[in-house]
């Protein structure tokens, strides 16, 4: 049963779908008010967030993959009703916005834009999933959480919800981050060299959630690590070199659209 966080006339609303939602839409206007600052805001760069919107939609739930290679499950249903993955689609949008970008003929930095619009909308978009989704291992510490009966049972793939046992709060960690990474990003905006802001975010994000998920109660892929670790693994000294590459580059003073 889909969560429902409410109703609308016949309608009804779910739970995950509409933090996703309101997330998206706090990131299309974060956007917008950086584009329009930075003196960007034209038809090349509305199509850079369209195609980046596209990447990351598709592979978001192409990373459902791998649960129709590790269950057997149907690929049909697993693309269709299974889970989405934040760090493929974060990886989609990305890829998204570079070939859109080549493909406009738009040669000026977007992280800029991109970053803390992706990191508000992380966090809003985050609250749905910590109402709805596994909320993680068992902890001892003293900000644990108890799940009743009733709530526990609406819960998928989650066991340890159903003992009483005190949980780490892994999303509400999640939102946390993205919060206070938010909060940093605007107020450093413009002091960066171009195209830092977001490949930081997604450094610091990749070694937050490489971290995290060994409280979230993810599934082992390989070698005692989660499929999001093993991805982390490969990825996050490509973009350590991306970064340290960037960090050498002057800082754009003034774009003109």
């Known amino acids: ?3 429902t966080l409410f109703r609308f006339g016949g309608w009804s609303v779910p739970t995950h779908e509409f933090f ?24 090349r760069v509305r199509w850079v967030a369209v195609g980046a919107l596209i990447g990351g939609g598709v592979f978001a739930r192409a990373a459902a993959i791998w649960q129709f290679t590790l269950t057997g499950s149907s690929f049909v249903d697993v693309w269709l009703y299974g889970g989405r993955s934040v760090l493929g689609g974060l990886a989609g949008a990305y890829a998204g916005a570079v070939v859109t970008k080549r493909i406009v003929g738009y040669r000026h930095s977007t992280g800029e834009l991109f970053a803390p619009a992706v990191a508000l909308g992380m966090a809003i978009g985050r609250i749905g999933c910590f109402l709805t989704e596994q909320i993680g291992t068992t902890t001892r510490m003293p900000w644990g959480i108890t799940l009743s009966p009733e709530l526990a049972a609406t819960v998928p793939n989650c066991p340890q919800c159903m003992v009483g046992a005190p949980l780490h709060p892994s999303f509400l960690y999640e939102i946390l981050f993205h919060a206070a990474a938010f909060g940093l990003l605007w107020a450093t905006r413009d002091r960066l060299p171009d ?24 599934p082992e892929l390989a070698f005692g690590l989660s499929g999001s670790q093993v991805f982390l693994v490969v990825t996050l ?21």
Request: aromatic share 12%.
């Open 1 to 3: 049963m889909v969560p």
């Open 20 to 43: 996703i939602g309101l997330g998206l839409v706090a990131a299309l206007i974060v956007f917008y008010i950086r584009a329009r600052a930075r003196n960007q805001l034209d038809d």
């Open 195 to 218: 195209g830092q802001s977001f490949k930081l975010y997604l450094l610091g994000y990749g070694i937050f959630r490489l971290l995290v998920e060994f409280v979230r109660g993810n």
């Open 237 to 257: 000294p490509l973009l350590a070199w991306a970064v340290a590459r960037g960090a050498r580059r002057p800082r754009l003073e003034e774009v003109t659209a």
